[in-house]
């Protein structure tokens, strides 16, 4: 009950006479062996090409034999993932060496006490874990429970998360079996509740640093001691709709809480109503401030009645001043998926020159219509385009595949909609529907993924983006890629990115003498930050705090309590 207690947040060793009990447990609930014995036969269950249940620190991991073609074939059947990468873990560095390239930065970050899941480049295909990537994501085993586990099998295993897509990590040994009885055989737990769930931390290393894309079990909660540039406040930040995060402000510091999930979901709604009130009753906070997203939609706002709005890729851009602790005017490239723009459009795809106190928007992406709010169909966002501008010859390749009834619907549709965007996510997803065949995604940023795998560093190939104004038009650049493979089109693609950012940030009479930040989701392709650093380009960005929607909260507050001290 007591924070500054040490033994306030875990008890997570015990010796033999007073010890935490492990279990191996069936779907009945019915313990099949306790302790050694339990570990032992897990191991042997794996090695039998079982599916299992493990309970970690911050909730169950699914588990199988990373090396076991067939037991990942089945885990991907059951849990319904298709495509998205797994996680492994490892016994240690040396068994992470047999399977990734790891430089010294990464092995000190995989080594690290918050020991996240590190995105590292794949020594050889295993195409059952990472497909069409040449990147896997790899973990140390950072408990003595994995460890011993380790100690009687000897392949590295597949981890992840025990979770319906988009929720957070089930740690209740009923929520398991209710909602994933049907995807593992047996599971392996222990008799400590888990208080306060947590998701593994997801990062990798650019610029010999650490850039975190998911921050929670190791890193969240998180206590941060503000300057005196901020004005002390009782604030919630409640965040955004995807990846989300909140933060409080009181006294005279903020509160990030761990990575809960999308908010569309109940359960994860309950997991913050839970969090948010064990943090309200520890600390005895009430909030004079609510503060929240701009979007009419983020449904799960309205129960807090916030006071205050502020707009998605402002706070993005933000959450990189708080970072670096910028206070005067910067130019910022902030390109993403999706945010609520002020003009009541879908933005993403937008430069603003700003400061933590306000924001001017000086440039954007050609806006286009969306044929529907489905962004996973991203053989409609190319759709969209060619009706957009006419391609329709130039695209036939790409439409003799659309039965023609269905491709008259869709222009019909598409003439009637009222959905307009300037996402360079969406504009991204478009051409890689035409590159890669692909008609709907099967996870977020698979797109991404596909073109740092086919960029082509000694292809020297990039497509034009034509700067009007205020406007950067891709017409010429996606007429270029109806015709490309997809090496060319994402070669292309990436390079001309990079090329519009160095070449605005050299020409516009508002960037002069300014910092360069760049901000939203698109900036955690590795290879296109790779391209800039590779020219020399000098840019800020978000490391520590993820440049994702998982920073949307920090960047409210920065805004909101930088603007209060300002007044």
């Excluded at 020159?353 to 969306?370: D, I, P, Q």
């Excluded at 960047?555 to 209060?564: D, E, R, S, T």
Aim: proline share 2%.
């Amino acid at each position: 009950q007591n924070p500054s207690n040490r033994r306030f947040h875990a008890q997570p060793l015990s010796c033999p006479k007073c010890k935490i009990s492990i279990y191996l447990k069936d779907k009945a609930k019915q313990v099949l062996c306790k302790d050694k014995h339990a570990i032992r036969s897990c191991a042997k269950a794996l090695k039998d090409g079982k599916i299992l249940a493990i309970k970690g620190i911050g909730g169950f991991h699914l588990v199988c034999d990373a090396l076991n073609k067939e037991a990942i074939k089945e885990l991907r059947l059951r849990k319904k993932r298709a495509k998205k990468p797994l996680a492994i873990m490892c016994k240690n560095l040396d068994e992470a060496l047999k399977l990734a390239f790891i430089d010294e930065d990464e092995a000190k970050l995989l080594s690290s006490k918050e020991a996240p899941i590190v995105l590292l480049k794949a020594k050889q295909c295993l195409e059952q874990i990472a497909f069409e990537s040449d990147k896997i994501g790899i973990m140390l085993a950072y408990t003595p429970l994995h460890l011993l586990l380790f100690e009687y099998f000897h392949n590295p295993i597949v981890a992840t998360s025990a979770n319906i897509s988009t929720e957070s990590i089930l740690y209740k040994e009923d929520d398991l079996l209710a909602k994933l009885g049907d995807v593992f055989d047996l599971y392996l737990d222990y008799d400590r509740e888990i208080i306060n769930p947590s998701d593994d931390s997801i990062a990798q290393i650019f610029d010999k640093k650490p850039m975190y894309l998911r921050t929670s079990r190791g890193k969240r909660p998180q206590y941060i001691k503000l300057d005196k540039e901020f004005k002390t406040a009782n604030a919630l930040a409640l965040g955004s709709e995807l990846k989300n995060e909140f933060v409080i402000a009181y006294d005279d510091k903020l509160l990030l809480s761990p990575y809960l999930g999308d908010m569309k979901s109940l359960a994860v709604q309950e997991r913050m109503k839970i969090l948010l009130d064990f943090f309200k009753k520890t600390y005895d906070l009430s909030f004079d401030f609510i503060l929240a997203d701009k979007h009419p939609h983020f449904a799960y706002a309205k129960n807090f009645k916030p006071n205050l709005f502020i707009q998605h890729h402002y706070a993005h851009l933000c959450a990189v001043l708080f970072e670096h602790k910028i206070y005067d005017a910067v130019v910022a490239f902030c390109f993403d998926g999706t945010g609520y723009g002020d003009d009541k459009k879908i933005w993403g795809g937008e430069i603003l020159k700003a400061s933590l106190k306000e924001y001017e928007r000086v440039g954007h992406f050609t806006e286009f219509k969306l044929i529907n709010a489905d962004i996973k169909n991203i053989q409609n966002l190319a759709l969209a385009l060619i009706f957009k501008w006419n391609l329709q010859d130039e695209a036939a390749y790409f439409l003799q595949k659309i039965e023609a009834k269905k491709l008259r619907n869709l222009e019909k549709i598409y003439k009637l909609s009222s959905l307009y965007t300037t996402s360079l996510g969406r504009i991204i997803d478009a051409f890689g529907s035409i590159a890669f065949d692909i008609d709907v995604l099967d996870f977020e940023a698979q797109i991404g993924l596909l073109m740092e795998n086919y960029y082509d560093i000694n292809l020297n190939y990039s497509y034009e983006f034509e700067i009007k104004g205020s406007e950067i038009c891709f017409k010429n650049a996606f007429k270029a890629a109806l015709k490309d493979d997809k090496r060319h089109v994402s070669t292309g693609l990436l390079n001309a990115i990079a090329n519009l950012i160095i070449t605005y940030s050299a020409q516009h009479e508002h960037t002069q003498n300014k910092d360069i930040v760049l901000c939203g989701g698109v900036f955690q392709n590795k290879t296109l930050l790779n391209i800039l650093k590779s020219k020399n380009f000098s840019f800020k960005t978000g490391f520590e705090f993820p440049v994702n929607d998982g920073s949307i909260a920090l960047g409210q507050m920065a805004h909101f309590l930088y603007k209060l001290n300002d007044t």
